[in-house]
């Protein structure tokens, strides 16, 4: 059982509000990532981080943001949400290792009407 | 441009029947394959794990193979369960100069029915 969790697991908003999604994970790993997932489709990387204080942006462009303030935590922010913001938001973290797995966490299932 | 495609894109079966999951990959320098499995609504969760060097591996009714010549991966699943109903997600690992990228596939979407 992974030790990384989301919240919140779903959530509905209005257009033009600020909402920031949650991830951690208490397994020490340096390495943590947000991807994208439409249904049925596949996963894009937005953002990745390899420690504290370390942010990238992943493949798919991405209005929102993050931050990695602490190794167990990275969370996500849009600051002013978009019918277009509406998908899937998985939070994923591995150790140093290549062939360290990476542990996926439930997911938030983002709505903006 | 590195790729992971996946085979078929979704499948119906009957419990009981066995079936197999296709990955081809372009992806290079190569570091390893993982097969997810993705249920609806869910993260995906690590089924297997295979390096360049191995040519198979199982996990239960699972059971993963490795062609790195031919760039080819296969998961099969025997004996299928209504609970294998989900979407199984072919990783690929680059190895490049900043570190280890992760190449997903498609997933290809199994429906077990009764």
């Known amino acids: 059982e992974a030790d990384i969790y989301q919240t919140p697991r779903y959530l509905v908003i209005g257009t033009g509000k600020k909402i920031t999604l949650e991830c951690s994970q208490t397994?020490?790993?340096?390495?943590m990532y947000w991807y994208q997932q439409d249904p049925g489709m596949e996963l894009h990387l937005i953002h990745y981080?390899?420690?504290?204080?370390?942010?990238e942006k992943g493949d798919l462009s991405s209005e929102s943001t993050v931050s990695r303030i602490r190794t167990e935590h990275f969370p996500l922010t849009l600051e002013s949400a978009r019918p277009s913001h509406t998908s899937q938001y998985l939070c994923a973290s591995r150790g140093d290792s290549s062939t360290d797995t990476q542990y996926f966490g439930p997911g938030t299932r983002l709505t903006v009407l | 441009k590195n790729q992971v495609e996946q085979s078929p894109q979704s499948l119906i079966i009957l419990e009981g029947k066995n079936c197999t999951l296709q990955c081809n990959y372009t992806v290079s320098p190569f570091s390893n394959l993982r097969w997810y499995k993705q249920d609806t609504g869910r993260g995906p969760v690590s089924l297997t794990i295979m390096t360049f060097s191995e040519n198979t591996k199982s996990n239960g009714r699972y059971t993963a193979t490795l062609d790195a010549d031919t760039k080819q991966s296969s998961l099969h699943i025997t004996a299928s369960q209504l609970s294998d109903s989900a979407s199984y997600i072919c990783v690929v690992s680059e190895r490049s100069q900043a570190g280890t990228a992760l190449i997903f596939g498609k997933g290809t979407t199994l429906s077990v029915s009764s």
């Open positions: 981080s390899y420690g504290v204080n370390s942010t």
């Open positions: 397994m020490g790993h340096d390495k």
